[in-house]
Structures are given as structure tokens and as C-alpha cells.
């Protein structure tokens, strides 16, 4: 069965980077569109990222988060730069074949990863 499995979450302060990794199986990987979705406490989920052949990114991630893919690991990458305490929450990795801020096209998700960002 097709597995996201996301890593690399944690605390740390403001202003300071973070790695998040999504390493995928049972799907044919480079045929999907692989976004991150994020949810802060008591709100819902938004979109944060997509890449296909392009990439795609929420206002208020751009120019501080990039998202990258290796399809020859399945994975996805999010590096997330000069972190905000409002980047506080879970981070999910979805994988479409859909439109890709779309999360009701998304196909399959990840667990999530807590990011928690100190001031």
C-alpha cells in the first residue's frame, strides 16, 4: 500500500531553518504532484507547497520555504528559512494527481511532523 512517511520536524527557534523530508512507496512517484500542507492549532489546514515540474508556494512561505524532489529516492524535501513562530504546526506531505492546492484532489497523506517555532 502507498506510504508518506514525513521526517525531520522539531523545535527550534526563530529565525533559524529546518529540514522536513516525506520519503514515499507504493505509488509510481515522479507521476504525482507532491505538496505540504501545515495546521496550527485551532485552525485548519492550508496549503504550503506543491511541485510538479514547477513549484508552487503559499504566500506567506514564499521566499523563505523551498520544495524540492528526488524521484529517484521518492522523496520530497521542504526546506523552511528565517522560521516564524506562525510556522507553528503539523506539516503534512500529500501526494495528487490533481490540482495542487486542492487538498480534496490529494490522493494520499502523510502522518505529519510537529514544527514548533520558539520567539
Known amino acids: 500500500q502507498v506510504q508518506l512517511v514525513e521526517s525531520g520536524g522539531g523545535l527550534v527557534q526563530a529565525g533559524t531553518s529546518l529540514r522536513l523530508s516525506c520519503a514515499a512507496s507504493?505509488?509510481?512517484?515522479?507521476?504525482?504532484?507532491m505538496g505540504w500542507f501545515r495546521q496550527a492549532p485551532g485552525k485548519e489546514r492550508e496549503f504550503v507547497a506543491a511541485?510538479?515540474?514547477?513549484?508552487d508556494y503559499a504566500d506567506s512561505v514564499k521566499g523563505r520555504f523551498t520544495i524540492s524532489r528526488d524521484n529517484a529516492k521518492s522523496t520530497v524535501y521542504l526546506q523552511m528559512n528565517s522560521l516564524k513562530p506562525e510556522d507553528t504546526a503539523v506539516y503534512y506531505c500529500?501526494?495528487?494527481?490533481?490540482?495542487?492546492?486542492?487538498?480534496?484532489?490529494?490522493?494520499?497523506w502523510g502522518q505529519g511532523s510537529q514544527v514548533t517555532v520558539s520567539s
Open positions: 511541485i510538479s515540474s514547477m513549484t
Open positions: 507504493g505509488l509510481t512517484f515522479s507521476r504525482y504532484t
Open positions: 500529500a501526494a495528487t494527481s490533481g490540482l495542487a492546492r486542492v487538498q480534496r484532489t490529494y490522493d494520499y
